[in-house]
């Protein structure tokens, strides 16, 4: 399919209008465009589209939007993937979503055991206790979290110092949609 002429905002939304079931009189009613030059939006859209109906030129931008934003999403997968460091999100309860390799290359684990324990597999005991609380105070204040704390890499059995940091990501409503973290040794990375 060959790329199609961007609309314009105004034709954008009453797309988007389309998209959402209403008919041609409420979307004039919604714009406050008249009818017929709503009529005149439709035609200049399928010419823009290379389409012959209103469902066409829906799914064309459509499809098009979802094509951008895949592609979107792969290069920003590829990019996390590269990372030297840890990073991941956790939903507001706790639960691991995303991980990068690092948990793989750096901490030997495997999914089952990132989605579960994250991080806190590759603490020390001593370390685990102290970070959890601030961890549960940053959960129930919403604030970003930081901490110090020793993981054990996989390849030599050997804790290195590791700065935790955690941000939430929030609605616009205020509420925690996911806490993105990231793990970064110390540099120069001395044992513990």
């Given at each position: 399919m060959h ?6 905002q105004?034709?954008?939304?009453i797309?988007?209008?389309?998209a959402?079931g209403?008919?041609?009189?409420e ?14 939006y ?5 010419k823009k ?6 469902s066409?030129i829906?799914?064309?931008v459509?499809?098009?939007q979802?094509d ?8 920003q ?5 590269s990372?030297p ?6 939903t ?6 995303f991980w990068?390799?690092?948990?793989t290359?750096?901490?030997g ?11 806190r597999?590759?603490?020390?005991p ?8 601030r961890?549960n105070?940053?959960?129930e ?5 930081s901490?110090?704390?020793r993981?054990?890499?996989a390849n030599d059995?050997?804790a290195?110092?590791h700065?935790?940091?955690l941000y939430?990501?929030?609605t616009p409503?205020?509420d925690i ?9 110390i540099?120069?990375?001395?044992p513990?």
């Amino acid at each position: 399919m060959h790329e199609i002429e961007k609309l314009s905002q105004q034709q954008e939304k009453i797309m988007r209008l389309a998209a959402d079931g209403l008919a041609d009189k409420e979307i004039a009613h919604a714009t406050g465009l008249a009818t017929g030059t709503l009529r005149t939006y439709w035609d200049r859209m399928r010419k823009k589209t290379d389409s012959r109906s209103r469902s066409e030129i829906i799914a064309k931008v459509m499809r098009e939007q979802y094509d951008t934003l895949r592609s979107e999403y792969d290069l920003q997968r590829v990019l996390l993937k590269s990372l030297p460091f840890g990073v991941w999100t956790v939903t507001p309860n706790g639960q691991f979503e995303f991980w990068n390799d690092w948990f793989t290359e750096y901490g030997g684990m495997r999914s089952s055991e990132i989605a579960k324990h994250g991080c806190r597999a590759l603490m020390l005991p001593e370390d685990l206790v102290a970070s959890g609380i601030r961890w549960n105070k940053a959960r129930e204040s919403g604030e970003a979290y930081s901490s110090l704390v020793r993981l054990i890499r996989a390849n030599d059995q050997t804790a290195y110092w590791h700065e935790l940091r955690l941000y939430p990501l929030k609605t616009p409503a205020g509420d925690i949609e996911y806490w993105c973290g990231s793990a970064h040794a110390i540099a120069p990375a001395y044992p513990a």
